[in-house]
């Protein structure tokens, strides 16, 4: 079981990123793949996730707005499109897989690596 979260790095205040995560096919038995970040001295908070299924998205309120969640099934990728970044957005962030739609970290099973994204001037 693999989930490899890639596209963090360096962008301005304001600016944009797409965070990619690629699942392995036996992830693809789960239905649901969340995406959560982690802030320096703070801890991990739900961001968003979405519905295998139908492509169904549930945002938290920490980037709603700001951030659009979506799949390309062919590729066995979830993206995670961020807008408008802020210093306060600076976090590891990570995916992870699930069957069941939750935005509670613990009730997800498999986790990525995380990525870095950094929001600074």
């Known amino acids: 079981v693999q989930l490899q979260a890639s596209g963090g790095g360096l962008v301005q205040p304001g600016g944009s990123l797409r965070l990619s995560c690629a699942a392995s096919?036996?992830?693809?038995?789960?239905?649901?793949i969340g995406w959560f970040r982690q802030a320096p001295g703070k801890e991990r908070e739900f961001v968003s996730y979405i519905r295998r299924s139908d492509g169904s998205a549930f945002y938290g309120d920490s980037m709603k707005g700001r951030v659009t969640i979506s799949r390309d099934t062919a590729k066995r990728t979830v993206y995670l499109q961020m807008d408008s970044l802020k210093s306060e957005d600076t976090a590891v962030y990570y995916c992870?897989?699930?069957?069941?739609?939750?935005?509670?970290?613990?009730?997800?099973?498999?986790w990525g690596q995380g990525t870095l994204v950094t929001v600074s001037s």
């Open positions: 992870a897989a699930t069957n069941m739609p939750t935005i509670l970290e613990d009730d997800y099973h498999y």
């Open positions: 096919s036996f992830t693809l038995d789960y239905a649901v």
